[in-house]
């Protein structure tokens, strides 16, 4: 069965760092989103994308974030300057389509900022 | 917005008895409703869907949820827990109108005795 996955599956980095973290989506997808999780608290939405651009973006994927679909079969999300509250599982998720389409989401990868 | 409440946040139940997780949701039009599961370690796993129709949607695992308008709830349900279901369960709801992003549930955690 087809299913998302990323790397790396841990990161630990310095505050300030650059940090990209990788994901290849479902290969006939063509929706693609990151979600995060602090410890502790909710899963949250960060940014959706299509058509090699943002679809949505949330209040928290600020200027230090980006995202990009290099080639094709890679999506990536990138932390400029990382910051201590930066630390999280980062969660790739894709889908066919829009609407009424389930969204089918990756390992994760632990981002621990110190 | 949407929200979406999940008021357990850890349950504990013996295997071979029933269990059932509970969602409240918040949405002006009709929500697109899901339940994941995540084990420890691992991605988050669709379990059930519903979108629209028949309001006793079956998943995997033999796990069902019905969708109730009138109490905004989507609750989850299985007849009898095994070991493997010890697991943390997340609810989350989507819409197109709010350009598909999901927004989830605070998870509950579900332990169970052997």
Not at chain 2, 94 to 108: I, S
């Amino acid at each position: 069965e087809p299913e998302v996955t990323q790397t790396p599956s841990h990161q630990v980095t310095q505050m300030g760092q650059e940090v990209i973290l990788r994901c290849v989506p479902i290969s006939n997808h063509l929706y693609f989103y990151w979600y995060r999780q602090i410890l502790g608290q909710k899963v949250e939405f960060l940014v959706s994308f299509y058509n090699n651009e943002i679809s949505e973006k949330s209040e928290i994927f600020d200027d230090q974030f980006s995202v990009e679909r290099p080639d094709g079969s890679n999506f990536t999300l990138k932390i400029r300057s990382t910051k201590l509250e930066d630390s999280a599982m980062y969660f790739c998720a894709s889908s066919a389509r829009q609407g009424q389409e389930t969204q089918y989401f990756g390992p994760g990868t632990r981002l621990l900022v110190l | 917005a949407q929200s979406v409440t999940q008021p357990d946040i850890h349950i504990t139940v013996s295997e071979g008895a029933s269990l059932e997780l509970r969602c409240n949701y918040s949405y002006g039009a009709t929500p697109y409703l899901f339940w994941y599961v995540q084990s420890p370690g691992q991605g988050l796993q669709l379990l059930l869907k519903y979108f629209s129709g028949d309001t006793l949607v079956q998943g995997i695992k033999g796990f069902e949820a019905e969708f109730k308008r009138s109490q905004s709830s989507f609750n989850l349900r299985k007849p009898s827990v095994h070991w493997s279901d010890a697991a943390e369960y997340f609810c989350a709801v989507g819409a197109k109108a709010a350009g598909n992003k999901l927004t989830f549930g605070g998870g509950t955690r579900v332990l169970v005795k052997p």
